[in-house]
């Protein structure tokens, strides 16, 4: 099957296909090109996952608390809709551009897929360093960004969720802010809301759980005892702290955390939950006193046998690969490693359980929470822990079985299964018109 594009794809700061070397975008494109080739039939309409089908940017304008204005860039990303409503998290962050929107809007769409929830993939993000704003301005810009997106989200549209520097709260000015404007009264159009405004027992912690639970099956697989084990993580926000805690309550030795500001290290294994009550009591794990300070760069060379990458992507490179000691990689973020540190960590052996399975325990939880919304009808905490559990775990055994197969790493197996999914849905639908 021959595909013309037609006038000839030109880079520009808007094009879709535009392939800057650094981005994460870059990195996304790169997974799929990984991925063509085991396509088979459906190779050739591969071109559809790198492009999203919908983009929108808007300015988000508010009034400051001392009176003055100020403008924000906002996004969301619609990927693909070809397996359900869009579904992804809301992100504040300084370094928030269209192509890493699209990047996260695109994993979205592949993680869905390799988990088999009913979704496509989608992401949103502000250009905003929150750390500068008073939570006054952050509703202001929550609720401003949530009116400019309204236009294209929903319970039935797109389902927005945490992620970096957004939370509980947030969800619920999104949730609000929609219901205003619509009339409606629409739980499902965010989840990981407050409890009591309907989100879900089990969501805040469920992908920390998530890359607990893939972490403990894959050691298992390795032969790799858990008890003692040395673990290193790169961020302790919301995925890094709950993934240490659980770690460490199971028996392994968290011997390093690193978050934006600082880095601890023990060689003897830090006290997580003292740790993880000093981040929430400063929001910084700076000066913490259970551990010695090392340097950001020291921390890639610390003795270790799991390493988890919990804070942005991007943050392996080459270099970095070469000087990890952890024999198994869980990334708790998404987009943590570039493509060329993936060729590292294959030819030295290391497992990485890639960012679309390890990390899809929040929103695998996210689809309980909307499936609850719809219902109106609650689930118990050990109900939805269990069937997070099975859901990755079965998917995280039908990749490994697939990596086996093709004798694929466990990432390209995981874009395998998922595109394949995406692909078909795609050619089931029929082109539009
Ligand atoms: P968060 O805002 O709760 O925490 C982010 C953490 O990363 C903080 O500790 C911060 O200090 C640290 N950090 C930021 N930049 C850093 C840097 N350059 N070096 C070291 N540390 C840095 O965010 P989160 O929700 O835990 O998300 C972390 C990652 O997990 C992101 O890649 C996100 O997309 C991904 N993720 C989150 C969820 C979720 O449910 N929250 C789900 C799937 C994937």
Not at 197 to 204: A, Q
Request: aromatic fraction near 8%.
């Amino acid at each position: 099957m021959n595909i013309t594009i037609d006038p000839p794809p030109v880079a520009s700061a808007l094009s879709f296909v535009q392939r800057s070397t650094s981005s994460a975008w870059a990195t996304y494109l790169s997974q799929i090109d990984r991925v063509t080739p085991y396509l088979g039939k459906l190779a050739p309409l591969a071109e559809t996952l790198r492009r999203p089908k919908r983009a929108l940017i808007v300015d988000v304008p508010i009034e400051r608390d001392d009176g003055s204005f100020a403008h924000f860039e906002g996004y969301r990303v619609q990927h693909s809709l070809s397996r359900g409503p869009g579904k992804g998290g809301v992100r504040f962050h300084p370094n928030v551009s269209l192509e890493e929107v699209m990047a996260l809007a695109g994993w979205m769409t592949i993680k869905n897929a390799a988990i088999n929830l009913p979704f496509g993939g989608a992401k949103g993000g502000v250009r905003i360093e929150p750390r500068l704003y008073s939570k006054k301005e952050l509703e202001r810009v929550t609720r401003r960004y949530t009116s400019e997106i309204g236009v294209i989200i929903g319970p039935q549209q797109d389902i927005a969720a945490p992620d970096v520097n957004t939370d509980a709260q947030v969800m619920a000015w999104m949730m609000d802010t929609y219901d205003m404007n619509t009339g409606l009264a629409s739980t499902g159009v965010v989840t990981g809301k407050p409890i009591h405004l309907g989100g879900s027992l089990g969501r805040k912690k469920a992908t920390g759980r998530g890359v607990f639970v893939m972490g403990c099956e894959t050691m298992r697989r390795l032969g790799m005892p858990l008890e003692g084990a040395r673990v290193a993580v790169q961020g302790f926000g919301n995925v890094g702290s709950v993934a240490a805690e659980l770690f460490a309550a199971a028996g392994a030795k968290v011997v390093a955390v690193q978050d934006v500001d600082a880095t601890v290290f023990n060689a003897s294994g830090l006290d997580v939950v003292a740790l993880a009550a000093d981040a929430r009591a400063q929001g910084e794990i700076a000066g913490f006193s259970g551990g010695e300070a090392i340097t950001r760069e020291a921390f890639w060379e610390v003795g270790c046998d799991v390493l988890i990458p919990a804070a942005m992507e991007g943050a392996i490179d080459a270099a970095r690969a070469k000087k990890i000691a952890a024999r198994l990689i869980l990334e708790g973020a998404n987009g943590p490693t570039l493509p060329e540190a993936d060729d590292v960590f294959a030819a030295r052996g290391i497992v990485v359980v890639p960012d679309v399975l390890c990390n899809a325990g929040g929103v695998t939880v996210s689809y309980f929470e909307w499936v609850q919304d719809f219902a109106s009808f609650f689930w118990t905490e050990e109900q939805i822990n269990a069937r997070l559990a099975k859901i990755i775990l079965d998917a995280l055994d039908h990749v490994w079985r697939k990596a086996e197969e093709l004798k694929l790493p466990l990432r390209t197996a995981a874009f395998v299964v998922a595109c394949e999914r995406v692909l078909i849905a795609h050619v089931e639908r029929g082109l539009y018109p």
